[in-house]
């Protein structure tokens, strides 16, 4: 079965300072992508950044970054100089060549002043 | 920049009732999604929907609810006779393509609350 974990329910961070979001993944597939999407108290979902699995560059937009390890299934989200707007649900997701996205169950973000 | 939207934003129903969601993807998109959310809980995937008709649904997705694009704007999710574990957030969301690295795009959610 195709699952994605988040094993922090919650982390915290002074402002300005750098966080590491984890998530792994299981899969049978070689060829995917992965996605880190936000969820501010909006409940709006906004895509952070993606990832194509046959890349080995890591993907970076802006203060985001990941750090994709295939073979160990690996998939975190770097935040440099956190800022209180990046306060919010993150949801780590994969998506198979088919349609539909498969999310994790979510890490909280706090950002402490 | 396009947007999808979503009405209600927030619908509140008696149990056994019929609701629709409605949803407005981005113009050009061509591929139409689903996703619920139970507070709390992980964003799950419902269906997606393609040309017309369905092209996958999940084991949520069963004979209660009905996906519906009646015009060339609106994408609908109906169900039929709600039930207090339908309470959830409901997301819709567009893509240009399907498949691979196309981004679907996520409305704002409408909360649905089964009484």
């Known amino acids: 079965a195709q699952t994605v974990t988040q094993s922090q329910p919650e982390m915290s961070v002074q402002e300005a300072e750098t966080v590491t979001l984890s998530c792994t993944y299981d899969?049978?597939?070689?060829?995917?992508?992965l996605f880190w999407y936000k969820q501010p108290p909006s409940r709006q979902m906004i895509l952070v950044i993606r990832?194509?699995?046959?890349?080995?560059q890591n993907a970076t937009e802006n203060r985001f970054s990941v750090n994709f390890q295939k073979a160990a299934k690996s998939f975190s989200l770097k935040i440099s100089d956190s800022q209180l707007g990046d306060a919010a649900m993150y949801f780590c997701?994969?998506?198979?060549?088919?349609?539909?996205?498969?999310f994790g169950k979510g890490t909280r973000l706090h950002i402490l002043p | 920049e396009p947007e999808v939207t979503q009405t209600p934003s927030h619908q509140v129903t008696q149990m056994g009732q019929e609701v629709i969601l409605r949803c407005v993807p981005i113009s050009n998109h061509l591929y139409f999604y689903w996703y619920r959310q139970i507070l709390g809980q992980k964003v799950e995937f419902l269906v997606s929907?393609?040309?017309?008709?369905?092209?996958?649904k999940s084991e949520i997705f069963d004979d209660q609810f009905s996906v519906e694009r009646p015009d060339g704007s609106n994408f609908t999710l109906k169900i039929r006779s709600t039930k207090l574990e339908d309470s959830a957030m409901y997301f819709c969301a567009s893509s240009e393509l399907a498949g691979g690295m196309d981004t679907q795009y996520f409305g704002p959610g409408t909360r649905l609350t089964v009484l």
């Open positions: 929907f393609y040309n017309n008709e369905i092209s996958e």
């Open positions: 990832q194509e699995a046959y890349k080995q």
């Open positions: 997701a994969y998506r198979p060549r088919d349609d539909k996205i498969i």
């Open positions: 899969t049978s597939e070689s060829d995917y992508y």
